[in-house]
Every structure is written in structure tokens, then in C-alpha cells.
């Protein structure tokens, strides 16, 4: 699970994983033949927004039994400040109901990707430790639970994002 800065962020995620991926992706983006055409070959779940979708849910729940990692980005959409969105729920759910870890991911510098290649800006993932599913069995599977599990990847993935930032300050001091 990772945060959203840019439409790039899947490919980027993706290409630093050493295992297949699948995404979810907002079913919006089907609407344009081409690229609902390549999203069907990329490993994608398509999800209404703003309402659950039962389909999304056995695909994804389907996905996480199986064994297969599965991407998603806790805000539900990009993000266009430095502040985080509010998390949306879905993430607790799949994760207390397949009983499956999350991994937090922080992503940096991917948007405004194609200014980054007139600069010497680069792309960095963070990965964080998982939320071990020996923590999860500990919350209650309900909104509340949730929204605890949805507030502390939240917080490990700032918490990726400040130890970049000090990583950042320490190179320029240097």
C-alpha cells in the first residue's frame, strides 16, 4: 500500500517489485478504449469509486487468498500537495478479512515525472516494515478496525517519507 503522487506511480511500483503484481484501478479509466485495453493486460481490478463494489471485493479478496500481491493506494486517489489524503477504508477491510500483511510504501518524486528527466531528481520507493498479521487479528473487523488499520499505515508511511527527508538534509549538509 503506497501513496499517490502521479499516474506513474503504478509502473514505478511496479517495476520495483520481485513478484507479480495486481492493482486496482478506478473504473473511470476504462472508459478510453486504449487504455481500458492495456489496463485488462496489466493485472488491474477495476473499482467503482465512492460506493463498495462487490465485484472489486471478491476479485481482490480472490487475488490476496491466493497468495498474489496486490497494490493499492490508501487515498484512493493522487494526491496533488505534500500532505496525504484521507485514507479511505477498503485497505483495513481486505487486509483484516483475507488476513493478509500490509506493506507500506512511500513513493517520492514521481510526480511531474517527465520534468524529472531534465533534472537530477530521482524516483525513490520506500519499503516499510509490514503490519504483521499477528497485529491485525488484534483489531475488530468492523469500520472501526478499519480505520485503525488504515491510520497506522498511514503513519508508517509518513514516517518512510520523514526518513527520506532526513536522509535528503543529511546529503545536503554533506
Known amino acids: 500500500a503506497a501513496n499517490h503522487q502521479s499516474y506513474f506511480d503504478p509502473p514505478f511500483l511496479g517495476f520495483s517489485l520481485r513478484r507479480e503484481a495486481f492493482y486496482v484501478a478506478k473504473k473511470e479509466l476504462y472508459r478510453f478504449k486504449p487504455i481500458g485495453w492495456l489496463l485488462r493486460q496489466l493485472n488491474t481490478v477495476p473499482i467503482k469509486r465512492g460506493a463498495f463494489d462487490p465485484l472489486a471485493y471478491k476479485k481482490a479478496i480472490k487475488l ?3 497468495g498474489r500481491c496486490l497494490v493499492l493506494f490508501p487515498e484512493g486517489t493522487r494526491s496533488r500537495g505534500d ?27 514521481t510526480r511531474g515525472f517527465l520534468r524529472l528527466l531534465f533534472t537530477r531528481k530521482r524516483v525513490s520507493i520506500s ?11 488484534t483489531i475488530t473487523n468492523d469500520k472501526a478496525g478499519y480505520r485503525q488499520v488504515v491510520q497506522e499505515l498511514m503513519r508508517r508511511i509518513e514516517s518512510l517519507r520523514c526518513s527520506f527527508c532526513n536522509k535528503d538534509q543529511r546529503d545536503v549538509k554533506k
Open 64 to 66: 490476496l487468498l491466493s
Open 83 to 109: 500532505r496525504f489524503l484521507e485514507p479511505k477504508l477498503g485497505v483495513g477491510l481486505l487486509a483484516l478479512e483475507a488476513k493478509v500483511p500490509i506493506v507500506p510504501v512511500y513513493l517520492e518524486n
Open 127 to 137: 519499503f516499510g516494515q509490514p503490519l504483521e498479521i499477528e497485529w491485525l487479528e
